[in-house]
């Protein structure tokens, strides 16, 4: 169940930013938010860095202040388009995360940022697998994406979100153990930060 908002969202790049921003409110904001997965984080700014799932770079516009060599990845051509106008520093690839066009160990980090909700539950698996795959040793994944609300005063807000701008997969994410996941590919969980009553995650693990 989904509604045109999503398609919009899709369509202006301008919508999505705006409802990005306010969706970021619940954090303390799009800056806030774009900085989550810096909490903790040891900064390498030579480690070779994916931004898995790009879109129009709003992470990857983070990424290159830290570090010199950031990929986006994206399936959309408009999205990658997007990313370069906006994020011209790093390099692009059009591909599915689920079958990366990358050689095994190509990346220390790769961070992933409300995206993985869009997946079906055997795609989701295969890109966990795709990750592991092209992360260095002791490389790291972060996911950032929705979670459950543990607190109930969220879960009008999220549901509303979901309804408005998601698609099935994104109630499906709610109830999937991810730390399960990406325990069973072999990954190591560090950390799992939450915010928003619970319903937004920064997911760690590594290789
Ligand atoms: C909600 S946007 C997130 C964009 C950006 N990471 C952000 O933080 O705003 C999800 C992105 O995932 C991309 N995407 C969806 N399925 C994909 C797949 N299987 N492989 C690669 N990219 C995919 C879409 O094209 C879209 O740009």
């Avoid at 900085?35 to 984080?41: E, I, R, S, T």
């Avoid at 986006?72 to 370069?84: M, N, T, V």
Wanted: a negative charge; aromatic letters at 12%.
């Amino acid at each position: 169940m989904t509604t045109i908002l999503r398609d919009w969202s899709y369509q202006y790049q301008w919508f999505y930013d705006t409802v990005s921003a306010l969706a970021a409110l619940s954090v303390g904001g799009e800056n806030r938010f774009r900085k989550l997965f810096l909490k903790d984080l040891q900064i390498n700014p030579d480690a070779k860095v994916l931004d898995l799932c790009c879109g129009a770079g709003q992470a990857t516009q983070e990424l290159v202040q830290h570090f010199s060599e950031v990929t986006g990845l994206d399936a959309s051509p408009i999205a990658i388009k997007r990313a370069q106008q906006r994020v011209p520093q790093a390099k692009y690839v059009e591909a599915f995360a689920e079958k990366m066009p990358f050689s095994d160990r190509s990346f220390d980090l790769v961070i992933t940022s409300t995206a993985m909700h869009e997946m079906e539950p055997e795609q989701l698996q295969q890109i966990i697998q795709e990750v592991y795959r092209v992360l260095s040793q002791n490389g790291q994944f972060i996911i950032i994406d929705f979670h459950s609300p543990t607190n109930p005063l969220f879960w009008l807000p999220i549901a509303t979100f979901l309804w408005l701008f998601e698609t099935e997969t994104a109630w499906q994410l709610l109830k999937t153990d991810l730390h399960q996941l990406l325990h069973q590919t072999g990954f190591k969980v560090e950390a799992c930060q939450l915010y928003a009553g619970g319903s937004l995650q920064v997911l760690r693990s590594r290789k």
